[in-house]
């Protein structure tokens, strides 16, 4: 969340630089064009990465099941190095999807056993092992 906090004020001075080359690109001389013309593509290629990071961001907060709040306090906690803390969010939060899943299905997730070939494949398993 604090790298999303620091994007903000880049994308404003992003869209700026953007504005402002716009400009010159129109009332500079044309060696001046070519250079703001890079520092045009520069600026569109950070706008869409701010923009790439702020959506995995907030996928990984759907993913994990955590409410906007727990998760900034999650990384947070994070960048302090309290990793105690970090788990015992995320292990509430699995406790919550398990007991979700549980009253859905009827089914302890605990006592699941998946079978390589149906619920696990042979690739997720090399993937993760190496």
């Given at each position: 969340m604090a790298i999303i906090h620091l994007c903000k004020p880049q994308?404003?001075?992003?869209?700026?630089?953007?504005?402002l080359s716009l400009v010159s690109l129109v009332y500079v001389s044309s060696p001046i064009k070519i250079?703001?013309?890079f520092l045009?593509?520069?600026?569109i290629s950070l706008l869409w990465a701010m923009g790439k990071h702020e959506?995995?961001?907030?996928?990984?907060?759907?993913?994990?099941?955590?409410?906007?709040?727990k998760f900034s306090?999650?990384?947070?906690?994070?960048?302090?190095?309290n990793d105690k803390t970090v788990e015992e969010i995320i292990t509430s939060a699995q406790e919550r999807a398990k007991a979700?899943?549980?009253?859905?299905?009827?089914?302890?997730?605990?006592?699941?056993?998946?079978?390589?070939?149906k619920e696990i494949s042979w690739?997720?398993?090399?993937?993760h092992t190496f």
């Open positions: 994308k404003v001075t992003a869209i700026l630089f953007l504005v250079i703001d013309f045009f593509i520069g600026a959506g995995l961001a907030k996928k990984l907060q759907i993913d994990s099941g955590l409410t906007a709040e306090t999650a990384l947070e906690e994070k960048q302090k190095g979700r899943y549980k009253k859905a299905t009827g089914v302890d997730p605990k006592s699941i056993v998946p079978e390589i070939g690739a997720d398993i090399v993937n």
